[in-house]
């Protein structure tokens, strides 16, 4: 049975990282180093860490490099070739590495993820099943990131020789990494939640919401507006299309309409007929459309209601439970 490095990079974050530190510890597979790299926090991160009594746990305090390079320097420093990511605000199926590593082929070029659940307190507000059919996922990828970085076990050296994380991103490095190797990889998906997103007010906030969009609208453009570069190979009613709803959910919803219309009609899905008409709208409500999730969050609020005791909204309180006892 393969050894595992587990991956935490973090900075700041004392005040979660206890709760993410317990899940791992709390796995049912047993074979791994838990490696921390502190990216320079100035809060209590190191104190509560210490705390944690066990000899899998490998901690490193670094000055504050950022997200990417803290990444790349921790995959350099990790014991074992396979390592699984975590962030530090996170939590853990118990048997999610398990899960994982059944059957798991371990080739170089393999990559597992799980599906993921997104809360807030001890509420989950939606979930991102990943397309376990491989060509569906590709095909998605073009314009978000269905791979939860916190779900992934991957080879270091995989990631090193295709030049590890690009280290002037401030985030989404791994939606930009995933996008750059994408033709070379494969996915194999376990379509279980087992990895829980903490989404924290920050992340919410609308200055936020802008920032991102324009850093995933950046990250595409070298993917797709460059020829050499291009991932898909695409007919230009499928790139019209493309364009389209990048510019719906990144970009600007003139465009959108410039873009689409350039399409015959027939060749519309319902999806557009909708999205087009959401671009007439004041673009607050737009906003709140796209950026709010809108259509898996009332999937997972119908969820809700047809089962009381749904697994991964209990799982995820009896976890937050057992740590506060």
Not at 231 to 258: A, D, P, T
């Amino acid at each position: 049975m393969n050894n595992i490095t587990i991956l935490i990079t973090t900075y700041n974050c004392a005040e979660y990282i206890g709760i993410a530190i317990g899940s791992i510890l709390n796995q049912t597979f047993p074979n791994y180093e838990l490696l921390i790299i502190d990216d320079g926090s100035n809060d209590s991160t190191e104190i509560i860490i210490k705390n944690f009594q066990d000899k899998r746990i490998k901690y490193i305090k670094i000055d504050h490099i950022g997200r990417s390079k803290a990444l790349n320097y921790g995959l350099r420093e990790a014991k074992y070739d396979w390592v699984a990511l975590m962030d530090a605000d996170d939590i853990w199926h118990p048997q999610k590495i398990e899960r994982q590593l059944h059957n798991f082929s371990f080739t170089k070029e393999e990559i597992t993820a799980t599906w993921s659940a997104y809360f807030k307190q001890k509420k989950i507000l939606y979930t991102v099943d990943t397309p376990v059919d491989i060509k569906e996922l590709r095909g998605k990828m073009a314009l978000h990131s269905f791979i939860c970085n916190p779900s992934v076990i991957y080879n270091k050296n995989f990631v090193l020789e295709n030049g590890g994380y690009d280290e002037n991103l401030t985030r989404f490095e791994d939606y930009d990494f995933w996008l750059k190797v994408l033709n070379k990889i494969s996915f194999t998906i376990i379509p279980e939640y087992l990895v829980y997103m903490r989404i924290r007010a920050e992340s919410s906030s609308n200055e936020n919401k802008n920032i991102t969009r324009k850093i995933v609208y950046k990250i595409q453009e070298k993917y797709f507006d460059e020829p050499k570069n291009n991932i898909y190979s695409l007919n230009h009613i499928e790139e019209l299309k493309l364009k389209g709803w990048r510019e719906y959910f990144y970009g600007n919803k003139i465009k959108v309409r410039i873009n689409w219309l350039n399409v015959n009609i027939i060749d519309w899905d319902y999806r557009m007929y909708f999205a087009f008409v959401l671009t007439f709208f004041p673009s607050n409500i737009l906003n709140i459309i796209r950026e709010y999730r809108l259509r898996i969050r009332l999937k997972t609020f119908v969820y809700r209601l047809t089962n009381k005791y749904w697994l991964p909204e209990k799982i995820l309180k009896e976890f937050l439970l057992s740590e506060k006892t």
